[in-house]
């Protein structure tokens, strides 16, 4: 028996066609999770689909625009309609460009806190509406490192992924004893092709691995694993915690 194994599980994953979300897409669909792949736009969610089934893989894909709320709701009925229900969401949408804290503006911190932070919020509790008369769910939230410890020029970024932890416990302590358990993961920076300018310029790529006593950068198995477990039935009693998936960063 593989305690950590999700094959059958509905899982919905948000911002699921690019970055870190289109790697937990391919991790879970080949571990057999019937995944519900959410993506901001049609084309992208087309692409998606295509790419999967021309490797012989398959996943629903949906598109909505998460920063606006009143798509969340529907969004979530119509995945449990097609699936038959909705067993863990990966809150993985969000976004992130460094801004000095000078120049932010008003667009500039909406803008990230509706996705980051309260799109996050919207869908966990439209997945826990679906979760809660069961009496089973799993809810992990996508943080960073960056959740708690300050990085130059992203405090917008920063304070969203803080407020997404504190969020974590606040559900966690709501939900948990219902049996919808809520986690987070927290992961350091990880090569991909929103990441890819940045860590290609080698003084920036040197100056964060100087900052990671393992030595590398995080990549999606790392990540994944550490959903997978976190989705998995065996971790009731990490309820309310965030994993800190970044070789160390966060320990000096």
């Not at 879970?28 to 519900?36: I, N, P, Q, S, T």
């Not at 969000?94 to 919020?121: C, K, Q, Y």
């Not at 080698?202 to 030595?215: E, M, N, Q, T, Y």
């Not at 198995?221 to 990490?238: N, T």
Request: glycine share 10%.
């Amino acid at each position: 028996m593989n305690e950590f194994d999700i094959s059958g599980k509905v899982m919905v994953i948000t911002g699921a066609t690019s970055g870190i979300g289109r790697g937990l897409v391919d991790y879970f669909v080949d571990h057999g999770g019937l995944v519900a792949a959410v993506g901001s736009r049609e084309a992208t969610a087309a692409q998606l689909r295509t790419e999967l089934e021309a490797s012989g893989r398959s996943a629903h894909t949906y598109a909505a625009d998460l920063r606006d709320v009143l798509q969340i709701g529907p969004l979530f009925d119509q995945i449990a309609e097609d699936l038959g229900r909705i067993d863990i969401l990966v809150n993985n949408a969000g976004m992130g460009h460094p801004i000095p804290a000078i120049e932010v503006t008003p667009d500039d911190w909406d803008t990230m806190m509706d996705l980051n932070l309260r799109a996050s919020f919207f869908c966990a509790q439209a997945a826990a509406r679906h979760m809660l008369p069961r009496g089973y769910g799993r809810i992990v939230n996508m943080s960073s490192q960056l959740s708690v410890v300050a990085n130059q020029d992203e405090v917008v970024y920063c304070a969203s992924k803080g407020g997404l932890n504190q969020m974590t416990k606040v559900l966690a302590l709501e939900w948990g004893g219902q049996g919808v358990i809520v986690t987070g993961v927290a992961p350091t920076f990880a090569y991909t092709p929103g990441t890819a300018e940045r860590l290609d310029t080698p003084s920036f790529r040197d100056d964060v691995l100087a900052k990671i006593p393992r030595g590398r950068f995080a990549s999606i198995i790392d990540i994944a694993a550490a959903v997978q477990y976190l989705a998995s039935d065996v971790s009731e009693m990490a309820n309310g915690s965030t994993l800190m998936v970044d070789g160390g960063w966060t320990i000096v």
